[in-house]
């Protein structure tokens, strides 16, 4: 097989080279062999980015715990976007066991994001863009309507 390419290949050279005087047999050839090295390398470094994006999701559908500790929330994955929801809360809040807070949270970039927020004591809404700050932790700017920042927040992984 790797014989039978070859002597493809070193054909089309050979045709080439003679029809066109401007590059010998083996520079074709040498040509030849490195774009397809990297085309094959780029073709690659797509793959792994795919895959790591894949895994950025499978790391972040965990539980995470706000700022102050007053809350957990268990961010899960639904239908390519990620929402959450408060799993728990200390004995002061009880009331916002349940409520969703993240939806539709969609990753870029594999450590940055976008979605929105709805604050579980104020039922205010807020979009927010997110930092992965280590696998450990989450940077989430929240911002009013209108696009200004209004409050910034380090989650950190529970489990």
């Not at 097989?1 to 050839?29: A, E, P, Q």
């Not at 965990?62 to 809350?71: L, R």
Request: net charge positive; aromatic share 16%; proline share 1%.
């Amino acid at each position: 097989m790797v014989k039978t390419l070859y002597w493809i290949l070193n054909t089309f050279c050979v045709v080439i080279c003679k029809k066109t005087r401007f590059m010998k047999t083996g520079d074709l050839f040498q040509f030849i062999t490195v774009l397809l090295i990297i085309v094959g390398l780029v073709t690659g470094i797509f793959f792994w980015l795919k895959n790591l994006l894949e895994d950025v999701h499978a790391q972040v559908t965990s539980i995470w715990t706000n700022g102050d500790s007053t809350f957990k929330v268990l961010i899960y994955n639904v239908d390519s976007s990620l929402q959450g929801d408060v799993v728990w809360a200390d004995s002061q809040n009880q009331k916002i066991l349940g409520l969703p807070v993240l939806k539709n949270m969609k990753l870029k970039f594999f450590i940055f994001g976008k979605g929105h927020y709805t604050c579980p004591f104020t039922r205010q809404k807020y979009h927010f863009r997110l930092r992965f700050l280590s696998k450990k932790s989450i940077q989430f700017y929240f911002t009013d309507l209108s696009g200004k920042t209004v409050n910034q927040e380090t989650w950190m992984l529970v489990a």
